[in-house]
C-alpha cells in the first residue's frame, strides 16, 4: 500500500516489502522507487531497484525469538532460585552449595551462624572456600575435617568416603563442633556440592560430660576394689 501511494503521488520510496512468493512462501526486498520525469511533457516513470534481505530478517527474527527466549528463561531461573532458597531458608542446619572452590549460594541458617549477610562478607573475613572457617588442627582418626587431608581436597576426601561420618570445628569466639556431609550433582553442563552442617556441641559436650561420669565411676570402683583387698 505505502508504494502505491508513493507511485500515484510521484514520490520517492524506500522500505522493505515483504514479498509471496508463486510456492505460497514469502521473501524479504529492500526497495528503492525513484519518479521519473521528462522535461518536456511532464511524463514520470519510474527506477525501482531492489536487494533481497530475507537472510537479514530471518536473522532479526531469530534474534528477537531468541531474545524472548532468554527473558523466559531468566524469569524461570529466576523462580527456580527463589524456590530453592527458600527451601534453603526453611533448613534449621547450615546449607550452601559450591562450585567445589567458592560459595555459590547460602542459607539463613548461615549467616545467622557466621553474623553475615553476603557472600562476600564472608569471603573478606574468611576466604571463599568454607572450609576456610575450618579448624585446621583436629585430629583425623577421630571423624574430624580440614581444609587439606594429606593431599587432597577436604571435598574429595569426602566424596571418596560416601558411608563415613565426618565433623568439623568452625572457628569462632565460641569454636562449633558440626556433622558435615557433602554431595555432587550435575545440573545443565554444571558441576555443584551441595554442603551440609548441623550443629551438634551440646551434644559433644554432653558425651564428653557422660564419658567423664563413667570415667569417674569406674575409677571409684577400682579404687573401692583396692581397698577392699588392702
Not at 63 to 86: F, Q
Request: net charge negative; hydrophobic share 35%; aromatic share 10%.
Amino acid at each position: 500500500e505505502e508504494i502505491k501511494e508513493a507511485v500515484r503521488k510521484e514520490e520517492y520510496y524506500s522500505g522493505e516489502v515483504r514479498f509471496k512468493k508463486k510456492n505460497g512462501g514469502y521473501f524479504w526486498a529492500y526497495v528503492k522507487i525513484s519518479p521519473k520525469c521528462t522535461r518536456m511533457d511532464g511524463a514520470c516513470g519510474y527506477t525501482a531497484i531492489m536487494f533481497d534481505i530475507t537472510d537479514k530478517k530471518e536473522l532479526e527474527h531469530l534474534k528477537k525469538v531468541l531474545e524472548l527466549k532468554v527473558e523466559e528463561k531468566t524469569k524461570e531461573l529466576a523462580r527456580e532460585k527463589r524456590l530453592i532458597t527458600s527451601i534453603l531458608n526453611s533448613q534449621d542446619s547450615i546449607v550452601v552449595t559450591s562450585d567445589g572452590k567458592v560459595l555459590t549460594t547460602i542459607n539463613k541458617a548461615f549467616k545467622e551462624f557466621y553474623k553475615l549477610e553476603t557472600i562476600a562478607e564472608f569471603e573478606a573475613k574468611y576466604g571463599p572456600c568454607i572450609c576456610d572457617s575450618f579448624e585446621n588442627d583436629v585430629d583425623i582418626s577421630q571423624g574430624y575435617i580440614k581444609k587439606d587431608m594429606g593431599g587432597k581436597t577436604w571435598i574429595e576426601y569426602m566424596l571418596e568416603r560416601p558411608h563415613e561420618n565426618f565433623k568439623v570445628i568452625i572457628k569462632k569466639e565460641i569454636p562449633h563442633i558440626f556433622n558435615i556431609a557433602v554431595d555432587k550433582f550435575e545440573f545443565e553442563g554444571e558441576t555443584f556440592i551441595t554442603i551440609v552442617l548441623t550443629d551438634i556441641t551440646d551434644l559433644e559436650i554432653a558425651k564428653k560430660l557422660i564419658e567423664q561420669m563413667h570415667k569417674h565411676t569406674r575409677d571409684s570402683i577400682e579404687f573401692a576394689s583396692l581397698i577392699q583387698k588392702a
